[in-house]
Nanobody, 116 residues
Framework: QVHFVESGGGLVQPGGSLKLSCTGP????????MGWYRQTPGNERDFLAS????????FIRQAVKDRFTITRDTANDTVYLEMNSLSSGDTAVYYC?????????WGQGTKVTVSS
């Protein structure tokens, strides 16, 4: 089954940083706009950030705009989400998919736990 693969999550202390990665087969990666999403237990998956297929245009949700950055390596079919000043409220499973998320290529996600 074709899906995206997220990595880079883990346990981090409050105030810390993580950089998540997302990759997938070229045929489902190019030339689509990509997004990062996160989900906590019992809640819907929330959109966080998007980046155009070329990497030239980005959008970050206001709630995390000052702390998260989305980038894209088009040569290596990888999208990144750099997260700074993490707090317990950022604890979630993080996913990538196209943006808007119209295709069912959801992967397993990567879990981020912010705790001291």
């Amino acid at each position: 089954q074709v899906h995206f693969v997220e990595s880079g999550g883990g346990l981090v202390q409050p105030g810390g940083s993580l950089k998540l990665s997302c990759t997938g087969p070229e045929n489902i990666f190019k030339p689509f706009d990509m997004g990062w999403y996160r989900q906590t237990p019992g809640n819907e998956r929330d959109f966080l950030a998007s980046i155009s297929w070329s990497g030239g245009t980005t959008f970050i949700r206001q709630a995390v705009k000052d702390r998260f950055t989305i980038t894209r390596d088009t040569a290596n079919d990888t999208v990144y989400l750099e997260m700074n000043s993490l707090s317990s409220g950022d604890t979630a499973v993080y996913y990538c998919n196209d943006y808007p998320a119209t295709r069912d290529y959801w992967g397993q996600g990567t879990k981020v736990t912010v705790s001291s």
